[in-house]
């Protein structure tokens, strides 16, 4: 577990951009609803339904800085893992059972321990639901008071909130299926609806995350491919073992004995569908399928072999655990990135910061358009914005359609018609990776853009007529910090 939670120390690109926006809310004295930062946007209300979670990262950033996001961090995935085992362990699981499943899960919920995604919280309020569920289940009603609280906090912070409605939904039609109705569970699901508008923005906000659980599956984003297509391709392997797993599970445990089967089987089906789902089927899948497993006979027999031989199973899994020391210290857990130059590992899906170039940019006083790409405009946002207006960044459908963000991409592929898309949308510098197809042809073609700045990641190509001193940084060391 803590090998995955140190693999992803690089700071989110989502971070930048709900932080821009909590900066601006707070000079302004409210939450704004235009977009101040991209020239680009498709205008109307600029709801953005992860602004809590802006405020969140603001606020440990204020007090404890860069060591404070970290610790946020480890602290959401400690207690993310740690209700799943509790739920496991409430639900029946034996001890064997676990220390099987455990990695199983933690290899496939890593996926999602970012510093700091909302979606982070999502699965930490997705676990207090389903050990909340498990009390109801007990005859315990209680719950219900800390849970609508709680869910407030949820919907402020992250879209991920319209699963605890879908949840609540499928442990009542459950409980239907099985001949037990829960009355109080669809008066539950009704405040839940109604609860959803208290945020800063009103009837606009549910319009919003409607609007983004339709359109980000259509953009062209990695994380909303299907699992199978991802690169990743020992967590699609990991994601069949489960599958497999719970289907052996169901079927010799009995689907009766199986309860929350129909919640497992929808995240499931998400999970295929889309990777970013991926990690909550896991939380689901630690939470329940070890319990089911351990009613099987396979797990009969394992625990009957690690009770016969309890010293030479736990040298087996200490020598796993000290095993992964030296990966842990390599990742330098400790360290939060702010990376400027491309792994050579994972040339094509490598997150960089454009930082020499907004260094350049912030001496030369720059103000004015700036195209960017989905990556680097957030980093942009914070650190000259709103003076500079981006073209495009992460924030995904709160300002951009879907089509925008497909023309965009296909504008930094270097694609015929590329002059077109800067026709559409003037601009004065287009921040390119040096790797990129555009940069690639920009090189080759005749044009009147005039490459102005170049370091060993970016360029910055200006418009005919905009006068900025030539500067090439190439081979300059640059390093990236946070805030």
Known sequence: MAVAMAQNNIIDLDVYHQMSLVRAALRQGHM???????????????????????????????????????????????????????????RGAAGTALCICIPCAVKIMGMGFSTVRAGMFSMLMLAILLLFLDQDRRGRKSWLFFWLPLYVIWLNIHPGFVLGIAVVGLYWLESLLRSRPHRHILVLGLLMAVLV??????????????????????????????????????????????????????????????????????????????????????????????????????????????????????????????????????????????????????ITGSLIYPIGAVDYLRKQNFSGHLMTHYNEGSY???????????????????????????????FYLGRPGWQDTLNRYPSDLILMQRSCRLALRMEKEQHSWKLVYRDDAFELWARPGLSLPIADNRGQALHGLFP
Request: proline fraction near 7%; charge should be neutral.
């Open 32 to 90: 704004p609803m235009l977009d101040l930062f991209a020239y680009t946007s498709k205008g109307g209300p600029s709801v953005h339904h992860e602004w809590g979670n802006g405020a969140i990262i603001y606020a440990v950033t204020s007090l404890a800085g860069a060591a404070g996001v970290l610790i946020l961090k480890y602290l959401l995935a400690i207690s993310i893992v740690s209700l799943a085992i509790y739920i496991a362990r409430r």
């Open 197 to 346: 508008l208290i945020n800063p923005y009103g009837i606009h906000y549910p319009r919003a995350v409607l609007n983004a659980i339709f359109v980000m599956p259509s953009m062209p984003i990695e994380e909303w491919e299907p699992i199978w297509s991802s690169p990743s391709r020992d967590v699609a392997l990991v994601f069949l073992v489960t599958a497999l797993v719970a289907a052996y599970a169901v079927l010799r445990a009995g689907w009766r004995r199986c309860q929350g089967a129909l919640i497992l089987l929808v995240f499931a089906v998400a999970g295929m569908q889309h990777v970013r789902h991926c990690q909550l089927y896991a939380l689901v899948w630690l939470g329940y399928v070890p319990g089911w497993f351990s009613l099987t006979p396979l797990a009969t027999g394992l625990a009957g072999a690690w009770n016969r031989h309890p010293r030479i199973a736990t040298l087996a899994w200490l020598a796993l655990a000290v095993a992964q020391i030296p990966s842990l210290l390599t990742l330098a857990p400790f360290t939060l990135e702010v990376p400027v130059l491309a792994d050579p590992a994972h």
């Open 380 to 410: 942009v946002m914070w650190e000259l914005g709103p003076a500079v207006k981006i073209g495009l960044d992460s924030r995904g459908d709160i300002g951009y359609s879907a089509s925008f963000i497909h023309e965009i991409y296909a």
